[in-house]
């Protein structure tokens, strides 16, 4: 079905639901959403718990255009479930990412999928079906890349992209990230639990964000892209990436990627904080690194050697 919102391209990327971020982020009027809420395809279990369902079951799945050019698209709802993964939601993304996969040759096809992945991971009341739709989703992203399809993770929501979402966003051809946008396997309070406060204080919000925030991420080389929290900064940055050629999936590039990650434990791998990685990095004024304006920050990141060098 057709889109009928609006799109805001300076609106805010996180305070934006799911259906915003698309509307923006696309041509305007060329988004075709498949499997809609009118199909009312929700989770088979939440009403086991007396829970709440949706209609799209927290992501929505379809094909439109950016700048003209054919895309396939998959936005998580951060608001519902927290954007978690489970059957229903899980079966609709592998089915884009298959889809992607098997129709990327024919010549009006999309032969990109950017994912605005907005989730704390796995859905806890789908326990194992939940876990098992994120390997499904792994391995059809993998074989979308093997075909020559190139897959961009988009992270800037209020969930970020914690757990499974974090492996996924791993996995892609590129990644755009905000500072809003945090990525981690393990969110802090798991962290803080298994290992104890004094390894990793979850209430220490500075922390977490120096830490899992997209300024780090990026200048680490975990992030293509880093974008100001406005939905057409997204746009700009998912395009400069598509332009700019996105790597071959082949065993040259996981080689370089591991190299990369070596590299990098060895350089960092005994920093107890983001600050000491940065002055590690000779970076000027380090310390006010997680303080700089968007601009000042993306001049700063450019000229890195680590923050550039994503192999994927």
């Known amino acids: 079905m057709k889109n009928a919102l609006v799109p805001s391209r300076t609106g805010s990327w996180y305070e934006a639901t799911a259906r915003e971020r698309i509307s923006g982020l696309l041509d305007a009027g060329t988004f075709h959403e498949f499997l809609g809420p009118t199909a009312r395809a929700v989770s088979p279990h939440l009403a086991l718990f007396d829970l709440p369902e949706a209609f799209d079951d927290g992501i929505i799945v379809g094909r439109g255009k950016l700048q003209g050019r054919a895309v396939l698209v998959a936005a998580q709802e951060g608001r519902f479930m927290g954007g978690t993964f489970g059957e229903v939601h899980g079966a609709k993304l592998v089915g884009l990412l298959r889809y992607a996969r098997d129709h990327h040759a024919e010549a009006t096809s999309p032969r990109a999928v950017l994912l605005l992945l907005d989730t704390g991971g796995v859905r806890l009341q789908e326990a194992n079906v939940g876990e098992l739709a994120v390997s499904e989703i792994i391995r059809a992203l993998v074989e979308a890349r093997a075909a020559g399809v190139a897959v961009i993770a988009l992270v800037g929501g209020r969930a970020g992209a914690f757990g499974g979402g974090g492996i996924l966003a791993a996995c892609c051809s590129r990644v755009v990230i905000s500072e809003q946008g945090r990525t981690s396997v393990s969110g802090p309070e798991v962290i803080e639990t298994n290992m104890g406060a004094e ?19 990026r200048l680490l080389g975990g992030a293509g892209a880093y974008a100001a929290d406005r939905i057409e900064s997204f746009r700009a940055a998912a395009l400069a990436l598509l332009d700019g050629g996105i790597p071959a999936f082949d065993l040259a590039t996981l080689a370089r990627e591991q190299a990369r990650l070596a590299e990098r434990l060895e350089k960092f791998g005994a920093c107890q904080d983001a600050p000491e990685i940065w002055q590690r990095m000779r970076l000027a004024d380090a310390a006010r690194i997680a303080d700089l304006a968007d601009e000042d920050f993306n ?14």
Do not use: C, M, Y
Not at 199 to 217: A, H, I, Y
Not at 299 to 312: G, L, T, Y
């Open 199 to 217: 390894e990793f204080d979850s209430l220490d919000r500075p922390l977490v964000w120096r830490t899992t925030g997209g300024k780090t991420r």
């Open 299 to 312: 001049q700063i990141a450019q000229a890195q050697p680590e923050a550039n060098h994503d192999a994927r």
